[in-house]
């Protein structure tokens, strides 16, 4: 069974940079596509971004400035990093990884835990 | 960006209810569309994706329906473990953008 587990900081401060990393686990990266998503406290849900096992990234418009999607196959693991943070920022990171049925239907089958990332100083 | 809308925002029901919660999209996204639901501090579980599909071990109360720009998820008879938070995802066009959530609560 595939585990993701996100890791890193859980207090950033203002202007400063978040970085995480998701560990693979049960499974191997290559194949898939991997994810992360933010839910603000008491808040929905935002897509920040997301790779391909061979390294190829897209972002959301609005964070693409600040963030960048990194992975690690040796490791099994998929970075990210939001620079410039503000408490805007202040949410619950999850990981997560991307299926697709019929070859296009992308749909998010397994998440990490999530970890509550603060924005203060 | 395509804009998904949630409604009702909230609804409260009692055990053995039919719940039908719906996801209207700003644009077109065909069947691009997945269900998940979320309770208080742990991630979203997939229920439906590709508007249609159950996922694997999801109960078959759980089903979803529509295309285009309008979707239903219904749950045939609530269940105590039921009780949570459902978004819609669409993964037509980036970025991916979920809706708002409905709250289902117990009556």
């Known amino acids: 069974q595939v585990q993701l587990q996100e890791s890193g900081p859980g207090l950033v401060k203002p202007s400063e940079t978040l970085s995480l990393t998701c560990t693979v686990s049960?499974?191997?990266?290559?194949?898939?596509?991997w994810s992360w998503v933010r839910q603000p406290p008491g808040k929905g849900l935002e897509w920040i971004g997301h790779?391909?096992?061979?390294?190829?990234?897209n972002y959301h418009p609005s964070l693409k400035s600040r963030v960048t999607i990194s992975l690690d196959t040796s490791k099994n693991q998929f970075s990210l990093k939001l620079i410039s943070v503000t408490a805007a920022d202040t949410a619950v990171y999850y990981c997560?990884?991307?299926?697709?049925?019929?070859?296009?239907?992308?749909?998010?089958?397994?998440w990490g835990r999530g970890t509550l990332v603060t924005v203060s100083s | 960006d395509i804009q998904m809308t949630q409604f009702p925002s909230s609804l409260s029901a009692s055990v053995g209810d039919r719940v039908t919660l719906t996801c209207r999209a700003s644009?077109?996204?065909?069947?691009?569309l997945n269900w998940y639901q979320q309770k208080p501090g742990k991630p979203p579980k997939l229920l439906i994706y590709?508007?249609?599909s159950l996922q694997s071990g999801v109960p078959s109360r759980f089903s979803g329906r529509g295309s285009g720009t309008d979707f239903t998820l219904t749950i045939s008879s609530l269940q105590p473990e039921d009780f949570a938070t459902y978004y819609c995802?669409?993964?037509?066009?980036?970025?991916?953008?979920f809706g708002g959530g409905t709250k289902v609560e117990i009556k």
């Open positions: 997560a990884r991307v299926n697709y049925a019929y070859g296009v239907y992308w749909y998010f089958d397994h």
């Open positions: 049960g499974g191997s990266i290559s194949g898939y596509y």
């Open positions: 790779i391909y096992y061979n390294g190829s990234a």
């Open positions: 644009q077109s996204i065909d069947s691009y």
């Open positions: 590709a508007a249609f």
């Open positions: 995802q669409q993964t037509s066009t980036i970025p991916l953008t």
